[in-house]
T-cell receptor, first 111, second 116 residues
Framework: GQQLNQSPQSMFIQEGEDVSMNCTSS?????WLWYKQDPGEGPVLLIA?????ELTSNGRLTAQFGITRKDSFLNISASIPSDVGIYFC???????????FGTGTRLKVLA | GAVVSQHPSWVICKSGTSVKIECRSL??????MFWYRQFPKQSLMLMAT?????????EQGVEKDKFLINHASLTLSTLTVTSAHPEDSSFYIC????????????FGPGTRLTVL
């Protein structure tokens, strides 16, 4: 099935550092979402984006809907150990309700 | 609000048996529910979409006779893995949305299926 490309695949960072990850697609989406998944659990919604160029924050998290509508970015500021997990982007295809998930970015925070 | 539960959280079964997984929206009515499969260290792959009272729509490559989906009410959808084999071992996750159009999908905690 179709997947979105996320970069980086994984990253190790020191506590307190900022984190950036992105998600790219070959097709346009009208909604971008960012989820976090802890091991053995379902994904939890972090941020939803509905308009091209939109910049939305949720605490230390900030996400942007790319102008081309083919990409999105997630930034985490001042990372803490509980930020560890897998971050997935998801795009909703124009004209449908289905989500297409990204390949995931595995984040590990070193205390 | 927007809580989705799954039962069981994990199940181990013998090859050839059938397993039923339940997905419930606890505090909202879910017109549409989605079933995903996630293999270790991989992303979520949509298996099928179920709308209350109608037949499920399966993604390409997903066998509808093997993965039976029933969306009998606005709060319950079930996925039955029939004649399960070891290659069906995976993490099955459901999600639910209120309208199925642009509403956000809320995910359940997942069910770990292990087929011996």
């Amino acid at each position: 099935g179709q997947q979105l490309n996320q970069s980086p695949q994984s990253m190790f960072i020191q506590e307190g550092e900022d984190v950036s990850m992105n998600c790219t697609s070959s097709s346009i989406f009208n909604t971008w979402l960012w989820y976090k998944q802890d091991p053995g659990e379902g994904p939890v919604l972090l941020i939803a984006l509905y308009k091209a160029g939109e910049l939305t924050s949720n605490g230390r998290l900030t996400a942007q809907f790319g102008i081309t509508r083919k990409d999105s970015f997630l930034n985490i500021s001042a990372s803490i150990p509980s930020d560890v997990g897998i971050y997935f982007c998801a795009g909703q295809n124009t004209g449908t309700y289905k989500y297409i998930f990204g390949t995931g970015t595995r984040l590990k925070v070193l205390a | 609000g927007a809580v989705v539960s799954q039962h069981p959280s994990w199940v181990i079964c013998k090859s050839g048996t059938s397993v039923k997984i339940e997905c419930r929206s606890l505090d909202f009515q879910a017109t549409t529910m989605f079933w995903y499969r996630q293999f270790p260290k991989q992303s979520l792959m949509l298996m099928a979409t179920s709308n209350e009272g109608s037949k499920a729509t399966y993604e390409q490559g997903v066998e509808k006779d093997k993965f039976l989906i029933n969306h009998a009410s606005l709060t319950l959808s079930t996925l039955t893995v029939t004649s399960a084999h070891p290659e069906d071992s995976s993490f099955y996750i459901c999600s639910a949305s209120a309208s199925g159009s642009t509403d956000t999908q809320y995910f359940g905690p997942g069910t770990r299926l292990t087929v011996l």
